[in-house]
């Protein structure tokens, strides 16, 4: 049976609007939403069933994506795959500007939601999972989305996992439409280095204002700021974002992430990514992580390096940098040189320097952490992650898995 053409979904979707029973204003989407509610900043993130997301921010009156008074809003998961795109199913969100004759598209198959799980903490964020399908392609979707009480940022995590007996390519889109606070229009910001993209109350977020930033975790991301029907227009078409910015333009925008890639038959692939939201534009601190050399014989030595950066016109405090060895690895004890000196705190993998007060991180500035590891006797190809924790609603975007090292 082929998947079910986007009229006839729509012919349906019509249909229920009309017997049902809210109200055309209502400010809840006909779709079962979970809600990560604390104390924010991010006071709710709501996450609808069918992978669509709306956020709340505390001294806020409106909620931060298009359409502003409805749940869960113009934002989430789409992805490509056999010729067709599969999406939230907007034909239930009230007031959507997603639907159009151009944006034809298959709602995911909705195979559940969690409730929202964790205490809020660095530790135990607060987690919420959807669970989704795409129509008899064997491609399967876990989100998991995260929150730490206090940040101003969210974590996504988006599972796609190939159930299917063939490779298969696909395009995965992390997307929204904006809006900024009280303003349906706004100017664009795209770094380049880090692949981060969102929409701004000024051009390049210079000087620093409202701000809504996709930051990615997964390295290969693309990304693209521009009128908010040519995002849509764009995840329609199913191609790759452009890396493009209309940042200098004010336009009723939109912006997000996107990442292609082949999925083998029995495989699964994560993409993750940050989504900040900060009226004082805000941008979370990058880290990055290399190793040196790169190939090493077993018992070998290599030197791993961190780097982070603070590409804010304001100091951040650093309260901690962690990072987790490959499998194997064992840290060498006095070999750590540049922002910390001691050895930091070992629990198996896990290396953690978490000094007596915070560290200052001056204004675009950049800083570096070095140390020795020993790799293990077993050959193979092993990569390392590293990341922090900060405070006054700063994030610090995790490295991904990066630095990789060859044993052989």
Not at 72 to 91: C, H, K, N, V
Not at 166 to 173: A, W
Not at 194 to 211: H, L
């Amino acid at each position: 049976m082929p998947p079910v053409p986007r009229p006839t979904r729509f012919a349906l979707v019509l249909l229920v609007l009309c017997v049902s029973v809210a109200s055309a204003t209502s400010t809840f989407a006909q779709v079962p939403t979970t809600t990560i509610s604390s104390a924010g900043p991010l006071t709710d993130i709501y996450i609808g069933i069918d992978g669509s997301v709306q956020v709340k921010y505390a001294t806020d009156d409106e909620f931060s994506f298009f359409p502003p008074a409805v749940t869960p809003g113009d934002a989430g998961t789409f992805i490509a795959i056999d010729g067709f795109l599969y999406a939230p199913d907007f034909g239930l969100h009230d007031d959507s500007r997603v639907i159009g004759d151009e944006f034809d598209f298959i709602p995911f198959i909705e195979l559940g939601q969690s409730e929202v799980t964790g205490v809020g903490s660095v530790d135990d964020p607060l987690r919420a999972e959807v669970t989704l399908e795409a129509f008899e392609t064997g491609i399967s979707i876990v989100q998991v989305d995260t929150y730490v009480i206090g940040a101003e940022s969210y974590r996504t995590d988006v599972n796609v996992m190939n159930g299917s007996a063939v490779d298969k390519e696909v395009i995965v889109y992390r997307a929204g439409d904006c809006f900024l606070a009280d303003s349906d229009s706004g100017f664009g910001f795209a770094d380049p280095e880090t692949g981060a993209v969102g929409c701004t109350s000024n051009a390049n977020n210079d000087p620093a204002g409202r701000i809504i930033l996709w930051q990615p975790i997964t390295l290969g991301s693309r990304y693209y700021e521009a009128a908010f029907d040519q995002i849509w227009d764009t995840v329609a078409a199913r191609v790759e974002f452009a890396n493009q910015c209309r940042c200098d333009e004010l336009l009723d925008n939109g912006a997000g992430l996107s990442w292609s890639v082949t999925i083998p038959a029995g495989g699964a692939v994560t993409f993750s990514h940050l989504t900040t939201f900060s009226p004082l534009g805000r941008i979370p601190l990058p880290v990055s992580k290399t190793a040196d050399p790169t190939t090493l014989a077993p018992g070998g030595t290599t030197t791993y390096t961190i780097t982070i950066e603070n590409p804010n016109s304001v100091p951040v405090p650093l309260v901690s940098l962690e990072d987790w060895l490959p499998q194997g690895f064992t840290y060498v004890a006095g070999s750590a040189q540049g922002l910390f000196t001691d050895d930091p705190q070992i629990d198996d993998r896990q290396l953690l320097w978490q000094p007596a007060s915070p560290i200052t991180l001056e204004s675009n500035s950049t800083v570096i952490q070095t140390f020795e590891a020993v790799a293990p006797d077993t050959p193979g190809s092993y990569f390392n992650l590293a990341t922090g924790t900060s405070t006054q609603g700063f994030s610090v975007v995790p490295s991904g898995l990066t630095a990789a090292v060859d044993v052989i």
